[in-house]
């Protein structure tokens, strides 16, 4: 059975830092580009990075750029996103996703499999 499942989330304080975690299962994730989105209270989800299965280069959406960081650790079958210097508007449901071969577009529809989102909170 394939699956996506996020874990890592929950309440930060401005400024702190979170590590989510996505494992995979069913399947071998070293075949699969990766991401990760987000869906804000109120807001629509946004594909927030990605990383190449091929080159393993990255993308960073604005919002994010030089706070977060995609990972992968094919030997676990898991992905990662490191998470600095977090702001309330960091504040949404977080999401795994994966294609395959690559991530030609980081669209929401465009991927093969998704995780069931993880939510995160930045408040004091």
């Known amino acids: 059975q394939v699956q996506l499942v996020e874990s890592g989330g929950g309440l930060v304080q401005p400024g702190g830092s979170l590590r989510l975690s996505c494992t995979a299962s069913?399947?071998?994730?070293?075949?699969?580009?990766i991401a990760w989105f987000r869906q804000a209270p109120g807001k629509e989800r946004e594909g927030i990075s990605c990383i190449s299965s091929s080159t393993g280069s990255t993308y960073y959406a604005d919002s994010v750029k030089g706070r977060f960081t995609i990972a992968r650790d094919n030997a676990k079958n898991t992905m990662y996103l490191l998470m600095n210097s977090l702001k309330p508007e960091d504040t949404a449901v977080y999401y795994c996703a994966v294609r395959r071969p690559e991530i030609r577009e980081l669209t929401w529809n465009g991927m093969d499999y998704w995780g069931e989102g993880i939510l995160v909170t930045v408040s004091s």
């Open positions: 069913g399947f071998t994730l070293d075949d699969y580009g």
